[in-house]
């Protein structure tokens, strides 16, 4: 399917490369493309980035029928350009359309609007350290309609922004609060797609979080609030006596991260010992006393590596790692990082060149 591409005559205003802050400053051009019931998806089109028309009765802002998927792409010391692991999340947005009933986007339109998208706005992609440019792919429906039911019409849509460091600590470690009263997400839910609702349901816990003086939340599982799930809206590792353990994804709540997957890999092939399994926030706790919780750290695509100095429980905090980060950890951060920006030599095939 071509893509046809309308240039901008009004470039938009670029930020200092050496302070930008994290979503803010979006790019020229962004992707759009229509689905109807019937005749698929259509019309993929490069235009000026700029406000969209809806509807007051779109079903999105009624019934949140929408996902979202967030990689990046980074600029190598050569001047190339490069995204990491694009195809992994073009599957996991497939995931989370089959869950909210969304048609799946063609993965190699999909593939091919990413790399054409990013080329024609390669200026935007920032050469300063820890720069990138995020990519945020989203659909959504679109049918001028109130009723609790699948829509019929849908928009695909690409738009992208020039990042820094999505933590202003950057890699300090954070302070984080186990939360025993609100939930993230259920067993049978959403929990493991990317969809608005997710992060809506996280909110207000996060808010109290932060007004008590914590960086994020570690949630606890929706049917016992016993078992550790995420942290934020990060997945979440803990190096406990030499062994590396993360939650099992097997429940469906917890989101497939591309961050922990990779991580997950590297530190197999590292030699470490890793268990994707049920960890209790009794067990947690009990480690963190006895001295045998070494490191914890979350995974996600904005922060990448964020290392965690202090959990807070029932009023209680422990120190981990004596609030530094961990060998481990600095270790991941250090390598998946290089492999993005080009510094590390990529021997498992995770980037894709774009120009």
């Not at 922990?260 to 706790?285: F, M, P």
């Not at 009990?286 to 029932?314: C, K, Q």
């Amino acid at each position: 399917m071509e893509i046809k591409i309308t240039k901008t005559t009004a470039p938009r205003p670029r930020p200092d490369e050496n302070n930008i802050p994290f979503g803010t400053f979006f790019s020229d051009h962004m992707f759009l493309m229509d689905y109807e019931a019937g005749k698929g998806w259509y019309d993929p089109r490069i235009v000026p980035y700029g406000p969209l028309s809806l509807e007051p009765s779109c079903m999105t802002l009624h019934y949140a029928q929408e996902v979202f998927e967030g990689l990046k792409a980074y600029r190598t010391a050569d001047g190339h350009i490069q995204l990491f692991r694009p195809t992994e999340n073009i599957a996991r947005m497939a995931r989370s359309c089959e869950k909210l009933c969304i048609p799946e986007v063609p993965a190699d339109i999909y593939l091919d609007a990413l790399k054409t998208l990013v080329k024609l706005d390669a200026d935007w992609v920032p050469s300063a350290p820890d720069t990138s440019l995020y990519i945020r792919p989203f659909a959504f429906a679109t049918d001028d309609h109130l009723g609790v039911h699948a829509s019929h019409t849908y928009l695909f849509c690409i738009i992208t922004c020039p990042v820094g460091s999505y933590y202003p600590e950057g890699l300090d470690p954070v302070h984080i609060a186990i939360e025993s009263r609100e939930v993230r997400a259920v067993r049978g839910g959403t929990g493991f797609t990317k969809c608005g609702g997710n992060y809506a349901a996280s909110l207000h816990a996060s808010e109290i979080a932060e007004k008590r003086g914590f960086s994020q939340v570690l949630w606890l599982d929706g049917v016992e609030q016993k078992y550790i799930e995420e942290v934020g809206s990060m997945n979440v590792m803990f190096k406990l006596g030499g062994k590396v353990i993360t939650p099992s994804l097997a429940g469906g709540s917890v989101l497939p991260g591309i961050t922990r997957k990779t991580a997950l890999q590297l530190l197999g092939e590292w030699g470490y010992e890793v268990h994707e399994r049920n960890i209790s926030v009794d067990e947690l706790i009990a480690a963190a006393e006895d001295g045998t919780l070494e490191e914890a750290w979350g995974t996600g695509t904005a922060a990448v590596i964020s290392p965690i100095g202090e959990i807070s429980y029932r009023d209680k905090r422990y120190a981990v790692n004596g609030v530094q980060i961990g060998p481990v950890t600095h270790k991941l951060y250090e390598t998946i990082t290089g492999i993005q920006w080009g510094r590390i030599e990529d021997t498992h095939g995770w980037t894709v060149k774009v120009c």
